[in-house]
């Protein structure tokens, strides 16, 4: 009786490279992602909601959105919106250019204005009405 070639090493060789194939691949979008779609997201809201809208109790939030990507010109924007405890459950208003791409980006709620600043005491103020534009 002939023997028969063995064929689990031929097996086991096709599922490593398989296997680094899907490593490789999914490194190689990962990457893509971080290069052509990355950026970053933080957000700020005042610790107790104060401001009120129609009627309901809401919470002021800043969002600050950082697009560093070769899709996107480097867009570096704040956000005002509201969150309500009731629906709608948030409400996004037109982000407004902020110029200063750094990680120190300080947000100081007061009473009927935003303050946004930085460690080198640039900032801008915005009165709430930024929070009623209803775009």
Partial sequence: MAERPRRWP???????????????????????????????????????????????????????????????????DIEFFLTFDVPPPSTRFQPEPWPLAESDVEITFTDGEVTVGNARSMSSTYPDEVYEDTR
């Fill in 10 to 76: 031929a097996a086991v060789g096709g599922a490593i490279a398989a296997a680094f194939t899907l490593l490789l691949l999914a490194a190689v979008i990962f990457v893509a992602e971080t290069v052509l779609l990355g950026g970053t997201t933080r957000q700020w809201c005042e610790e107790s909601p104060t401001f009120e809208v129609g009627g309901k109790v809401a919470t002021r939030c800043v969002r600050e959105r950082v697009d560093t990507n070769l899709v996107a010109s480097d867009v570096h």
